[in-house]
């Protein structure tokens, strides 16, 4: 079992940055895919950005490629997305997700592969 807990959305003007976190408890964290998804209101669950197991793969949606940056650090448990020159469409809940996996290199963008979710972090641009 894994327990993942969201951190540091709020709300920031528009061309604005913030941190999100994702600290993790329970089982060996370094063997897990991680991902962050978000939802807007009115609007599906989307992907935003996956990591492998190793840190070393990563994997951006179209739409945050070149302003967010996600990044893992298996000592700390933790892996966080830099989202950078925010958007007012980048308001919504962003979730922290992950998936164990035996394959160092895979990122998973995919929801339903996805096992264990965390509770989300807000996050508010305005314009």
């Known amino acids: 079992q894994v327990q993942l807990v969201e951190a540091g959305g709020g709300l920031v003007q528009a061309g604005g940055s913030l941190r999100l976190s994702c600290a993790t408890s329970?089982?060996?964290?370094?063997?897990?895919?991680m991902g962050w998804f978000r939802r807007a209101p009115g609007k599906e669950r989307e992907f935003v950005a996956a990591?492998?197991?190793?840190?070393?793969?990563?994997f951006y949606a179209d739409s945050v490629k070149a302003r967010f940056t996600i990044s893992k650090d298996n000592a700390k448990n933790t892996v966080d997305l830099q989202v950078n020159s925010l958007k007012p469409e980048d308001t919504a809940v962003y979730y922290c997700?992950?998936?164990?996996?035996?394959?160092?290199?895979?990122?998973?963008?995919?929801?339903?592969?996805?096992?264990?979710w965390g509770q989300g972090t807000q996050v508010t641009v305005s314009s």
């Open positions: 997700a992950a998936v164990p996996t035996r394959v160092y290199t895979t990122v998973n963008t995919n929801a339903r592969e996805y096992v264990y």
């Open positions: 329970g089982r060996t964290f370094s063997s897990y895919s």
């Open positions: 990591i492998s197991w190793s840190g070393g793969s990563t």
